[in-house]
């Protein structure tokens, strides 16, 4: 057990609509990091949060944001929901800004966009 | 047995002998590396890192060594066991804080 916690596990949902994804870090965890995992894909990095403050992001596309806040779970919102959207969406932790600590992660939610 | 190549999507090897899973990053200012066993279903799992100022490091029955000049990284698991059966990433941390994946490599035991 990693200590990163995901809900849900799985959700459905159809297109156009809008979802969050909930996590919450390893205890005294400063930064929070979401990942995108498809089918036979890597990891893509989203977006990076440290103390509530963004810190770094990466292919995040317009229609998704995230935001960590002062308890420093972080929610991840993806909306306008499309069929491509389905995926694993993992949120990961580390002390500090991650700076030669390793990221832990959870378990994911699996979003199936129908 | 050892098998040894790189980019392997899948790499199968018998249940006792030792395992090497290879990794090409792309960064040559990449300065610390990870690698990640991800079991179905699961999130992955931090296996081991190494930083670049280091060639190799050791854990329990797993070792990384990383060789700079040619952007390598490799992970070896020593007396493979069916639990070790997942898929295995390497990553990269390139500037501040971006870690960066491969694509992973899946590992299966044969009895």
């Known amino acids: 057990d990693s200590g990163v916690t995901q809900t849900p596990k799985h959700l459905i949902t159809a297109t156009g609509q809008r979802v969050t994804l909930r996590c919450s870090p390893r205890s005294g965890d400063l930064s929070v990091y979401w990942y995108q995992q498809s089918l036979d894909q890597g990891l893509q990095f989203l977006i990076q949060y440290y103390n509530g403050e963004e810190r770094a992001k990466g292919n995040i596309l317009e229609r998704f944001s995230a935001q960590q806040f002062p308890d420093l779970h972080s929610e991840l919102n993806l909306s306008s929901l499309e069929l491509g959207d389905s995926a694993l969406y993992f949120c990961?932790?580390?002390?500090?800004?991650?700076?030669?600590?390793?990221?832990?992660f959870g378990n994911g939610t699996r979003l199936t966009v129908t | 047995g050892e098998n040894v190549g790189l980019h392997l999507p899948t790499l199968s090897v018998q249940e006792g002998d030792n395992s090497i899973i290879n990794c090409a990053y792309s960064n040559s200012a990449s300065d610390y590396f990870i690698w990640y066993k991800q079991e179905s279903g699961k999130g992955p799992q931090f296996i081991i890192d190494i930083r670049s100022n280091m060639d190799k490091r050791q854990g329990q029955r797993v070792t990384v060594l990383l060789n700079k000049t040619v952007k390598h990284l490799s992970l070896q698991i020593a007396a493979t066991q069916p639990g070790d059966s997942a898929v295995y990433f390497c990553?990269?941390?390139?500037?501040?804080?971006?870690?960066?994946f491969g694509q992973g490599t899946r590992l299966t035991i044969n009895p």
């Open positions: 990553a990269e941390r390139e500037g501040a804080q971006k870690l960066v």
């Open positions: 990961a932790s580390s002390v500090g800004t991650g700076h030669n600590s390793p990221l832990h």
